[in-house]
């Protein structure tokens, strides 16, 4: 205890505020690559764009990676008074500026670089850039890259420089807590929650927990997927930070255990602010999330039971069901005596209402009661069989579109009404058969081999199939059957007469511009654990990649983490900017699927709000690079 107490101290005593740090001038060149830095062994690559300079650019740039404070030299006019002998200082203004002197040889590797190599102009459908790999450079140390038009922040190379994802995870769910404060982030809010909508004479103490996405919301849909995080980081992360992994899995999933009912049923949130009738279930959801048209509950004094509390909701939601059967599962084979035990309990009373109350057929259920189900079996519980499993599992299967086209192998909704789409859970399926793979119990053997086809085919002829058509491996937002307003925005063809997009689509009756990054990321810890289970190290390059473009290997050069590197995208949430260590929502598209992320001072949720959901699935892509070098 004492230990975990010092940890959080020292912690809380270096999290910095956040500061806007200066943003790119885009009409000017500028290089970008991971602000992060690299593995030894991993993909490594840099972009360079043109700006207006673009046209008159040549073909071929040279870059050169430089140990921190080493410079080429350039032509530039020296004034004779700082020009005097012995002086040992170099003349310090505009020091990146200037042509190469001229007559120096450019392979001479002159100014005390580590690595040269070659920038090269592609003309790709987000428009042209020059792009250069030193996959080979794996010397160890703190480096920039520079060429003539500009340089890279610096960033490291090491053989696991992820540690900081790790730290910065935790820093931010610490500094999420409710009910308590947290200084130099939030007083302490939300200490008296909460009655229900249905009876408000019927008070929980189900104060604690965390807060969503900096705000004052406490959604379980959201935040409960952090238990597999901390579990992961409890067992794999460094091992400096798996105590303090530990306490903040007991300290959410507190929160988790006081809002399930006696019978069984798991509430969905406190303080949404929004009730909503059993029937309207639809108007509840947009691309498979649910919450949408959330407002807020505010206005609440902290002190209990005096009738000023904020609401838990009551409704029926399927999805958060079998969540809480999958963490719970989970934390139960990750978390001491007696918690585990508790943990188990509780997964088994909300197995058993899932089963009373079925949920409606769509296909992030069955992914999710197929996941719950096989996290359920694994932690020994006898409430679900192999029979069971093995319906859900064909049930899923039948979901995937397996027709030869341009793409294929992704997953369809029931009745092919559409292409399953998921802001926050895009990867579900897929992972759902995954699990089958890497547990393959006796008597699913069958089962777990078509699940082996299925994600090998749903990662190689639809997320990588379709990675290729951008310069930085993006995976795809998603497929339409019935894509909505086509004459206002563009969507690709993925073959059978359907669309795709990298991001999601901006005009629909429902409209819901909302950043994409989770959705690329799930997609990236999907290979990442995949690229393991399966041995396909190739997929575990396809992740970094997405990793390494999250934090700052993109078109704005900015990092979508704010713990790190030096540029960042501003971000926007409730606690007055002070939450540490933050992951946004990051880029959606235009119109025409060319990414775009508010690079301004002015705030706009769709890009710029921090959220729960693109940390977790960086902490899974992390866990499973880990080892890999």
Same mark, same amino acid.
């Given at each position: ?450 699940? !082996?086809? /299925?994600?090998?085919?749903?990662? &190689?002829?639809? =997320? ?5 058509? *951008? #310069?930085? +491996? @993006? ?60 041995? !396909?190290? /190739?997929?575990?390059?396809?992740? &970094?990649?997405? =990793? ?5 290997? *993109? #078109?704005? +050069? @900015? ?68 080892? &890999?070098?």
């Amino acid at each position: 205890m004492l230990r975990t107490l010092l940890f959080w101290t020292l912690l809380m005593l270096v999290a910095l505020p956040i500061s806007a740090q200066p943003q790119l001038d885009y009409s000017q060149p500028f290089v970008c690559t991971s602000q992060l830095g690299f593995r030894t062994g991993s993909l490594k690559t840099v972009t360079l764009y043109g700006g207006q300079l673009t046209d008159s650019l040549p073909i071929q740039i040279p870059f050169f990676i430089q140990p921190i404070g080493n410079r080429q030299q350039r032509e530039r006019p020296i004034p004779a008074a700082w020009d005097v002998p012995g002086n040992v200082f170099r003349y310090p203004i505009n020091i990146g500026t200037g042509p190469y002197r001229a007559g120096s040889d450019p392979n001479n590797l002159s100014g005390g670089a580590r690595y040269q190599g070659e920038l090269r102009r592609i003309d790709t459908r987000w428009g042209p850039c020059w792009r250069g790999d030193f996959t080979e450079f794996q010397e160890t140390g703190f480096y920039q890259i520079e060429t003539e038009y500009g340089f890279t922040v610096p960033f490291v190379v090491e053989p696991f420089p992820y540690e900081r994802l790790e730290r910065g995870y935790l820093e931010y769910l610490y500094a999420q807590r409710s009910g308590v404060e947290i200084p130099g982030v939030r007083p302490a809010e939300n200490a008296d929650d909460a009655r229900l909508f249905e009876d408000e004479q019927i008070y929980l103490p189900v104060a604690g927990g965390w807060n969503d996405a900096g705000d004052f919301r406490k959604w379980l849909f959201l935040t409960l997927p952090n238990l597999e995080a901390l579990a992961q980081l409890a067992t794999s992360g460094h091992p400096a930070f798996r105590e303090a992994a530990l306490a903040e899995m007991r300290w959410g999933n507190a929160y988790f255990h006081h809002m399930i009912s006696d019978a069984g049923q798991v509430y969905e949130d406190v303080g949404g602010g929004v009730h909503r009738g059993a029937g309207d279930l639809a108007d509840w959801w947009n691309e498979n999330h649910p919450g949408v048209t959330a407002a807020g509950d505010h206005g609440v004094d902290n002190i209990p039971m005096n009738g000023n509390e904020r609401h838990v909701r009551t409704t029926y939601n399927p999805l958060v069901q079998l969540e809480f059967v999958r963490y719970q599962a989970l934390a139960a084979r990750t978390l001491p005596a007696p918690d585990a035990s508790n943990c188990l309990v509780l997964a088994h009373k909300a197995w058993r209402y899932h089963q009373a109350h079925p949920h409606d057929g769509r296909t992030l259920f069955l992914a999710e009661e197929l996941l719950a189900a096989l996290e359920l079996f694994q932690a020994g519980g006898p409430e679900v069989d192999l029979n069971q499993i093995g319906t859900l599992t064909q049930h899923l299967l039948a979901r995937q579109e397996t027709r030869p086209a341009t793409l294929s192998g992704y997953f369809l909704e029931a009745d092919q009404a559409d292409g399953f789409r998921s802001i926050a859970f895009s990867a579900e399926p897929a992972l759902a058969l995954l699990r089958l793979v890497e547990l393959n119990p006796p008597g699913l053997r069958a089962e777990a081999a078509r699940a !082996r086809k /299925a994600v090998i085919r749903y990662i &190689e002829q639809f =997320l990588l199939a379709d990675a290729a058509t *951008n #310069p930085f +491996g @993006l995976t795809p937002y998603g497929i339409y059957l019935d894509p909505p307003f086509p004459e206002a925005q563009t969507f690709r063809p993925a073959g059978l007469g359907r669309g795709v997009r990298t991001f999601i689509h901006l005009f629909s009756d429902r409209p819901m511009p909302h950043g994409v990054g989770a959705v690329h990321l799930a997609h990236a810890y999907l290979m990442a654990r995949a690229a393991r289970a399966l041995d !396909r190290p /190739a997929w575990a390059h396809a992740a &970094e990649r997405i =990793l390494q473009w999250s934090t700052g290997h *993109n #078109p704005a +050069g @900015l990092s979508l983490h704010t713990s790190i590197g030096f540029r960042h995208a501003i971000p926007a949430n409730f606690a007055n900017y002070r939450i540490p260590s933050a992951a946004m929502v990051g880029f959606l598209g235009y119109p025409d699927d060319q990414p775009y992320l508010e690079t301004s001072h002015a705030i706009e949720w769709s890009t710029q709000e921090i959220w729960d959901v693109p940390f977790y699935y960086s902490i899974g892509i992390v866990t499973y690079l880990r080892g &890999e070098e």
